[in-house]
């Protein structure tokens, strides 16, 4: 009987485990009037604008180049999108790539990054703060 129990308990626990692992899409998603934008629209929303983050900018060269200031520090590196929409960068002096996607929020574009929604332009201060056409890197 006791093996029985701590058996159940084991396969609760890791049931649990992985459960806590699972990623769960982000809130806005289950909002109306909220739609992911696929690759295509997530390519042409990107491709030959720059961004301005919180800690630097970055602009999406059309050829798949990336060219960032994070940190008053310059970098290059390669975007892609994936056909789900999801937006990957990698810069040559970042551990890791840094993935994002987009939504379109009733008519206003939002990055959603690491599971959070996080305003286009909002009040949080995160994120994307302003998207502009063309290469507008500022001078460091």
Not at 32 to 44: F, H
Not at 82 to 102: A, L
Not at 107 to 127: H, K, S, Y
Request: proline content about 5%.
């Amino acid at each position: 009987m006791l093996k029985k129990m701590v058996s159940l308990v084991s396969v609760f626990l890791l049931a649990l485990g992985l459960a806590a692992c699972e990623k769960v899409p982000p809130r806005i998603l289950s909002e109306p009037g909220v739609t992911r934008l696929d690759g295509e629209q997530a390519r042409a929303h990107i491709s030959g604008n720059t961004e301005t983050w919180r800690e630097g900018t970055g602009y999406y060269n059309p050829n798949g180049e990336m060219e960032a200031i994070w940190h008053k520090v310059k970098s290059k590196g390669t975007w892609q999108v994936s056909d789900d929409g999801t937006v990957c960068i990698q810069i040559r002096s970042w551990k890791k790539p840094s993935c994002h996607f987009y939504v379109n929020n009733n008519g206003a574009i939002t990055l959603i990054t690491d599971g959070e929604d996080t305003p286009f332009v909002g009040e949080r201060n995160r994120g994307v703060n302003e998207i502009v056409k063309g290469k507008k890197l500022p001078r460091i």
